[in-house]
Every structure is written in C-alpha cells, then in structure tokens.
C-alpha cells in the first residue's frame, strides 16, 4: 500500500491532524529517497481545539523532521462578510492559502470513498457531467495521490505503522451535508451493496470518459476574452446542448470562475441568444449576460450613463466623455473617408438625441436608431457613438458609417475619421 509521487518534482502536503492526512504524511516521510516536500496546515478557527491540532502537526513534523508551514484563516468573519456557509468559507480561504504555495504540486488527501461522497453531494446538487466525474487524481497544481485507497485501506494503514491523529468532533455533526452522507446515508447504500463506494466511483470513471468525447467538440477557439468580458458568436449557443454547456462552462473558466455558475444560467443564456438583440440577464459575480444581436456578451455590470454633450466640429484628436476620436488629412486604417466641405460650419460632435435621422450611404433615410438596429449595433452601446451632427441630421457615426451627404467625390477634400478608443 503506498502512493506514486513524481521524484524530480515538489510537493506541499495539507495535513490536519486526523487520520487521512497523517498517513499520507506518513507515507511521503517513508519513502526512500525521500521526496522533496514540506507540509502545510490550517487554523480554521472554528473548534477550540483547532490551535493544538496545528500543534499535534507541527510536533509529529518535528518528530520526522519535515518542514512544517502554519497559516491562520478567520473563517466565522469571511462567512460572516461574504454571507456563505461555513463549509463554503472555509473550502474558499484554505484553497487560497493552498493556490499561493510556490510548488509543483499541492497535495490533499482525498480518497476513494471521499470520491464517492462527491459524487453523491453532485448528484444531489443536480450537477451535470463534470460533477458526476467526482474528484480527478489531477487538476492543475493539486494532487490527490491515496485517491486509488479506501478509507478502510487508510485505517488499516495506521495501524500497522502506528500513525498517530487527532479526531475532529465536527465530523460526526450531521448537520454538514458531506458529513450526513458519510455518517448516514452511505452506511446504508452499504447494506444494499457492501461495495456501493467503489462502484460509485466506477460509474464516475465511465462518465469521464464519455465527457472527454463530448468536451473534446466544445471548441470554444471562437469566444473573444477581454479581461473579465466574453464575447461568444451565437452559433456556438444554438448547437446541441451537451456542446453548448461545455463551451459556456469552458467560458467562465476562461474568466476566472469556477463554481456558483449553474445549469440553470447556461439554460438562461443559451435562451438569451435566440431572444432580440439587447435583452439581458444577471448573472452571478456581478455579471450580466446580454444579447447584442449575433453573439452573446457576458461582462461586469456596471451603472449606464448617458452622456449628452454637444462639442464643436474639428480636425485633429478630440476628446469627448464617451471616448477620443481623431479626424486626419492621410489615411488611416479602420479610419472611415468622408468630405470635409460638405460638413456644415454649424456641425457638432454629440451623442444621439430624439429624433435624430440618417441617410445611408448610397441614399435612404431613416432614423437613426432604426439604422443602428439594422446594423446591429448592441443596444448597450449606442449611447456611447460620437457621432458628427448638424441639428437632427447625423452625418457620420464614428466607427460605424458616414452618411450619403458626406460621401467622398470627385474634388473632394478627403479626411478620414476613426475611433482611438472604443468599447
């Protein structure tokens, strides 16, 4: 009985004091050669015995000389400010403690019928397939190297080599869902099938395979990430919706989030994509998905703001509150052409206002706001268009189109436009 460790790698090992973790402490210190690793233990600061089971660690660390790092997290004042479950809380700081350890791999000491009780937890939960994968023996920097024993297996283990552990009270207080189903329901699943736990996590291992297949046509290399917003073409939303929910869930991992992001939101969003252009949802995280006509948008939300100023027309770079443009003599690119003479003394940068109207390029006019709709402008942004304007008549709407009436031609005095900063 013993675990596989990469020599040529580091390790950091989180050891609490009770019997799970001690012996995979246990098994790293007798190795021979020894690996390179020292362990890491946390002050939850929910029992009053937390401090001595640090101490328990670091003595038993002592007694084996391995290094031993101890952090102290105050996990009633983060459940208390971010209003989550103690369990949550406490998973949240101890992961953020584990993430900032500068090693190869950071090892915990899950093993199979914990596997099992995650499962169960998702499956409880609803999850989807990724949930039903349980706990994998790899995911980024953390490794679950006893995840192939038993609890039995662990026990028996102790015993042989006398591996000393404190018990945690907590974990016979079934008010803990993950604790209710170590301590009531998989005894009683075990009276049906003594093996219940390891053929849970068989099944677990034939969903995995099946989601890889189905992962691996997820391609999300069409999905546009500019720090925390996400823009994803609509057709990725409209596929079956095995691929769908992949992609999205591919998606907010691209953004960062990893957990509160549920079935019920990829459903909403994927409706989002066949609804008009412009209607939104809120998303957890302070997120808003919106729909902005042939993609889907998911960004901060933040407060809208309407910003009607009137500044006059002119050449060379302009600042305005919903951004700079830039009107040159040469050439630019993604710079829009248009006739400087044909725009009137009286003409303004602004924003839209009621009323306003456009006379397409190669003629038509129509209003300007059904102009935009047709061009598929997202509603979100058309407040914030610096167009050039002569009362009522728009004649160029930067980074968009220039109007017929300013439409370059023979003996025209040329100049071209464009937007420094856009959304």
Known sequence: MNVEVDLSLSYALAVSGGIDSMVMLH????????????????????????SADCKFV????????VKCRTFNIDVPSYCQAMKV????????????????????????AHHADDNAETIL???????????????????GKFLRPMLHLSRADIEQYAAEHGVPHVYDATNSQVKYARNFLRNEVIPLLCKINENAPSNITRTAENVAQDNAYLESLADDGDVKIFGDRAEIPSYLLTQPKPIAYRVLRKVFLRLNIWYDIEKQHFDAIIQLADN??????????NLVAVNDYDKVTILK????????FEMPFGEGTVKTPVGTVAVYRHRQKDALKFDVGKIPPTAVFRTRRKGDVFCKYGGGTKALNRYLIDKKIPARLRDSLV????????LIICGVEISDHVKVEQNSSVRYIKNLITD
């Not at 406490?90 to 500068?102: D, I, Y």
Request: glycine share 8%; net charge positive.
């Open 387 to 394: 167009l050039v304007a002569d009362g009522s008549n728009v």
């Open 121 to 139: 937890m998702h499956l409880i939960r609803g999850s989807g397939a990724n949930g039903l994968e349980g706990i994998r023996r790899e995911r």
């Open 58 to 65: 670091q003595d038993y660390c002592r007694k084996l000389k």
């Open 301 to 308: 939300q933040t407060e809208e703001k309407f910003f009607d």
């Open 27 to 50: 098994m790293f210190a007798s190795m021979k050669p020894r690996p390179h690793f020292f362990v890491v233990t946390v002050n939850h600061n929910l029992r009053k015995e937390a």
């Open 276 to 285: 008009f252009g412009g209607k939104k949802l809120s998303l957890p995280f």
């Open 85 to 108: 479950s103690e369990e949550t809380g406490a998973r949240l700081l101890r992961m953020g403690v584990l993430n900032s350890l500068e090693v190869d791999r950071v090892c915990t």
